[in-house]
């Protein structure tokens, strides 16, 4: 027998040996990948372990066997991300795909936005109007835990903002409470907690919310800087965000004089220092930006049209700025 030939029958003994250990360790317990069925609707409750997941995907039609995804899911961490609420995924999955398919925000029914630079009472009336959330039972903000404790027990500034996924029947209490326990484990992988120089994490907090409203996140770190600037010297705030907050104006371009002189501790114009909380949920980019802010002896800084945010410390030069701001306003740039 000629090497060629010897070679030949190796290869397809091989390929025979191998054919036969994949029929062997084919799980039959698994839908093949590729020939996915209809979609349906399935609802996974708050608090539901891995098997009840796992139940609730077999008994669906979603997966070939409850062992299945267990398996899957004792193995890959990411399982732990799966949320509370509907989802509308593919029948007849292998179990991989299950998970990955209830993993994806996407597929999730009625979700809970909320966006950054959102207050308290943005979030509230965004609760409010999710078919999951039941709203009909009172909310006793003093019994939510707040990440960072404050005088007040203010949840403003510690809502994540974030996609969430509730059970239906879920009360807005308990979601509050959600939203803030994924404050706390994100602003905690920040470094919130160390603060920064002399700034607790609840000063740093209300300066990020700040920057959050104020700047563009290409120019967040140098407003947090301005702001540092402007404390350290005892030199007033007078930010429009801050009177914006207590006046509930958010959203105008221009204040008026007699906003600046309302009297409100959140009026940066008439009182000193910081607001006594945040006023908005910052984004991780503003709260970061805040813990590091950018090197520069800014004390001003102005929009004079979108996307085109000066830094100074000549009060003159702003003032200059202020000009061109007020002629791009008339022409409309801001509209």
Do not use: C
């Not at 949840?155 to 509730?166: D, H, K, T, W």
């Not at 007078?238 to 221009?254: F, K």
């Amino acid at each position: 027998m000629n090497r060629t030939r010897t070679l030949l029958i190796s290869l397809l003994i091989g390929a025979l040996a191998a054919s036969g250990l994949y029929l062997i360790l084919k799980p039959k317990n698994d839908f093949e990948s590729g020939n996915p069925g209809p979609e349906v609707a399935i609802t996974i409750e708050a608090g539901a372990t891995g098997t009840d997941i796992a139940r609730i995907l077999f008994n669906s039609g979603v997966t070939k066997s409850v062992e299945a995804f267990v398996s899957i899911a004792v193995k890959d961490k990411s399982a732990n991300r799966i949320g509370p609420g509907k989802h509308n995924i593919q029948s007849h999955l292998p179990a991989r795909e299950a998970l990955t398919q209830l993993l994806d925000q996407k597929r999730v029914a009625d979700q809970v936005i909320i966006r950054e630079g959102t207050t308290f009472s943005d979030v509230l009336k965004v609760l409010k109007s999710s078919k999951n959330i039941d709203s009909s039972l009172p909310i006793k903000q003093s019994r939510i835990t707040p990440f960072l404790k404050n005088g007040k027990n203010s949840l403003e500034g510690q809502i994540y903002p974030a996609r969430f996924s509730f059970a239906p029947g879920t009360s807005i209490q308990s979601a509050l409470q959600v939203m803030a326990n994924q404050f706390g484990s994100e602003a905690k992988k920040a470094g919130l907690i160390r603060g920064y120089e002399k700034f607790s994490p609840y000063a740093v907090l209300t300066i990020a919310s700040m920057v959050q409203i104020e700047g563009d996140p290409t120019d967040f770190a140098k407003v947090s800087r301005t702001i540092y600037n402007r404390l350290k010297i005892g030199m007033p705030l007078q930010l429009n965000s801050t009177v914006q907050y207590a006046a509930n104006l958010r959203g105008r371009i221009a204040l008026s004089t007699a906003a600046t002189k309302i009297d409100s501790p959140y009026n940066t114009y008439k009182y000193g220092g910081l607001p006594p909380t945040p006023i908005s949920n910052p984004s991780l980019l503003a709260i970061e930006a805040s813990l590091h802010p950018a090197v520069g002896d800014w004390l001003y800084f102005i929009t004079v049209k979108p996307g085109d945010t000066r830094f100074t410390s000549q009060y003159p030069q702003f003032q200059e700025w202020e000009v061109l701001y007020q002629r791009n306003l008339k022409a409309g740039a801001f509209r």
